[in-house]
């Protein structure tokens, strides 16, 4: 089985990012930073976290009855709507650049963090890996209400990245599609997964905010535990990197 790695330089300190594993890897010892997204293999050094693992090899009624009551009365509106989904599967430097643009004007809004210079660094990796989905969803009239970026590797994908646009500011037409838009494109991209042969999607993080946490639950799936951070040999790497979950 291919695991999903990069491999980059930063202050030139080699650095190695592993995704999903489902078993321990092998690396180089000239790695003085080995990092982890949602590894399966349980390690003191790491931060242990949930997250929801949906099986996509369910029956689509079986994954709709598990949505719930209030998400499947949302899709039931948004089929009414004239929604046109975009699925970049190839995304360009130039969707990407888009994509953080929107998502940076979102977090500015939001207050929470954008996507960094480095992080950016790190998207473009993927991507030159096929390892990236991008999707857009537009109202009637070409207005993005919404943007996703998963990593898909090996038939899994997990969320990544989500953004949507600023709804106050929209006109008055927009405010009901924009509210179903998310919720509408989480489950066309559920469904696109299933039948490209996909058998898993990690719905990504659950964290304390009990808003966000009952999102994610209301798509049902299983919680599970998973692994993150970064195992470096030296504080001094750390602080140049900016990591803070690390250990030695």
């Known amino acids: 089985m291919y695991i999903l790695s990069i491999k980059s330089k930063r202050w030139n300190i080699a650095m190695q990012h592993f995704y999903f594993l489902e078993k321990p890897a092998n690396f180089r010892k000239s790695m003085k930073v080995v990092g982890y997204t949602h590894s399966l293999v349980p390690s003191r050094k790491l931060v242990k976290s949930e997250t929801i693992h949906i099986s996509l090899q369910e029956h689509e009624l079986s994954l709709y009855l598990a949505l719930s009551e209030g998400n499947r009365k949302i899709l039931r509106r948004a089929q009414k709507e004239s929604y046109q989904v975009i699925l970049y599967k190839e995304p360009s430097i130039e969707n990407l650049i888009a994509f953080q643009q929107f998502y940076n004007q979102f977090a500015k809004r939001k207050k929470i963090e954008a996507i960094s210079k480095s992080q950016m ?66 489950w066309h991209n559920l469904l696109h997964l299933k039948e490209q042969g996909f058998v898993l999607y990690d719905m ?45």
């Open 204 to 248: 990504g993080e659950l964290t304390d905010n009990r808003n966000v946490r009952a999102f994610k639950l209301s798509f049902g799936g299983q919680v599970v535990h998973v692994y993150s951070g970064y195992i470096i040999q030296s504080k001094i790497r750390a602080l140049l990197l900016g990591v803070q979950k690390w250990r030695k």
């Open 121 to 186: 660094e790190t998207i473009l990796l993927l991507n030159e890996q096929g390892a990236l989905l991008l999707s857009e969803i537009q109202s009637f009239c070409g207005q993005t209400l919404c943007y996703r970026l998963d990593i898909v590797h090996e038939k899994k994908a997990m969320s990544y990245f989500e953004a949507t646009c600023h709804g106050t500011a929209l006109p008055a037409q927009l405010k009901r599609p924009f509210r179903y838009a998310n919720r509408f494109l989480i």
